[in-house]
């Protein structure tokens, strides 16, 4: 048997950050940066006003309330060629850039709105309610670095600052198969001995969550030559595939038979529970990588946090590669078998400035309902058999994070 940490190492042997291309702003949603995006401006570009109000020299506003007139209005857009001369104002909005001789802007609630005149109640500090200059980000400046993983706020600051294009290292493409004869597409009727494919739908929602883009080809039968074609068929798209089921040692497992004779590809029992049979290796010409996961349901999943993940995270250039890990207590007692790290399905919540966890699923690996549960996996090491209540365990956060 292999552990979970040789496994996890002959997979990202294999797996390589995907090479970087240049892509609109929007397909870079989602990817990794492959480059440094500099400023080429300030951050605000110029000087303007943080509020609906009147551009004032403060100096004018010697006591209040005090009535100025108004010469001019200065909406967003166009660049003012007003300038403020002693004792008189401008009306202003959001955003407009701050005319010349201006040093504050008097908010709208701090006066009567006047047009013509305004009265001014409050006087401002000298630079209050201006946005300056520069403030946010100087020119020159690395406002996004190369690995930095694009979600929105990033990609509205490469917006910000004019950039139409990124150099990414793409989103790696995920093709999900299950097998099994007894499988129906869900919302299908079923049969008698017939079960709803619920491992496409969950790994590919995995793959997504994981940060990749990821096909659902659904359900292919325990017919080898049927899921030769389909896996032939998916190569074309896909930089990694998955599989479902048939990986054990039942007279139906065509996985193994069909993945031996694309590729090369290896089955190993690894010391966990739940998830101990394994498919792992490379097909087609391009030697795409591929997972021969478990069929139950708990399986498919936690080979997927330990394995699947790991190896997307890495094609898609992402860090850390694994789900963030904590310390907690147990409020339970744990039982693992010996030999074998197991992932328990636990909640995970703070109480007294503390991680706590309880199990919310006992350890049956079809136990899907106990899973959707689990906000975390506790992970108990291969040479311990039992964990006291009030004894710490690691625990692995499922943080669920949609596209
Ligand atoms: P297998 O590894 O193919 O022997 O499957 C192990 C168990 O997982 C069996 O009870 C299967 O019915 C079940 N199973 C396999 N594939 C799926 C799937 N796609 N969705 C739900 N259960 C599955
Ligand atoms: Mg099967």
């Given at each position: 048997m292999k552990t979970v940490a040789q496994h996890l190492a002959s997979v990202l042997s294999v797996v390589h950050a995907l090479p970087p291309l240049e892509l609109g702003l929007m397909d870079a949603h989602g990817c990794v940066l492959a480059e440094d995006v500099v400023?080429?401006?300030?951050?605000?570009g110029f000087d303007n006003s943080a509020m609906d109000g009147y551009a004032v020299r403060v100096a004018d506003l010697g006591t209040v309330p005090v009535v100025l007139p108004v010469v001019g209005d200065i909406a967003a857009g166009p660049a003012s060629p007003l300038r403020v001369q002693p004792g008189l104002c401008v009306r202003i909005m959001t955003g407009a850039m701050m005319p010349a001789g201006a040093d504050a802007v008097v908010p709208l609630?701090?006066?009567?709105?006047?047009?013509?005149q305004v009265r001014i109640d409050r006087r401002p500090d000298v630079g209050a309610y201006v946005r300056r200059a520069g403030e946010d980000v100087t020119a020159g400046t690395v406002v996004l670095a190369t690995g930095v993983h694009l979600g929105a706020a990033q990609i509205g600051l490469a917006a910000a600052v004019g950039r139409a294009r990124l150099v990414v290292r793409p989103q790696p493409r995920v093709v999900v198969v299950s097998t099994g004869s007894e499988l129906v597409e869900p919302g299908e009727p079923l049969g008698p001995g017939q079960i709803q494919d619920s491992n496409s739908p969950a790994l590919t929602a995995a793959a997504v969550e994981a940060g990749a883009i990821a096909y659902r080809v659904g359900i292919v039968p325990d017919d080898p030559r049927k899921l030769a074609d389909t896996l032939e068929d998916q190569l074309v798209r896909a930089d990694v595939l998955v599989t479902s089921g048939g990986v054990s040692v039942g007279a139906y497992d065509v996985v193994k038979e069909v993945l031996s004779r694309l590729g090369t590809v290896s089955f190993d029992k690894v010391a966990?529970?739940?998830?101990?049979p394994q498919g792992f290796g490379t097909i087609g010409p391009d030697r795409t990588p591929v997972f021969g996961l478990p069929g139950n349901p708990v399986s498919a999943l936690v080979s997927f946090e330990m394995f699947v993940r790991p190896a997307l995270r890495t094609m898609l250039g992402a860090v850390p590669i694994e789900r963030p890990r904590v310390q907690a207590v147990t409020d339970v007692a744990l039982d693992s078998p010996p030999g074998k790290r197991s992932f328990l399905r636990v909640a995970l919540e703070v109480r007294d400035g503390a991680y706590r966890i309880r199990p919310v699923s006992g350890p049956g690996s079809h136990l899907l309902a106990g899973m959707s549960r689990a906000n975390a996996l506790a992970v108990v090491p291969e040479d311990v058999t039992r964990v006291e209540v009030g004894s710490p365990v690691e625990v692995l956060v499922l943080e669920r994070r949609g596209r």
């Open positions: 400023a080429s401006a300030p951050l605000p609630e701090w006066t009567d709105g006047g047009v013509a966990m529970q739940p998830g101990m």
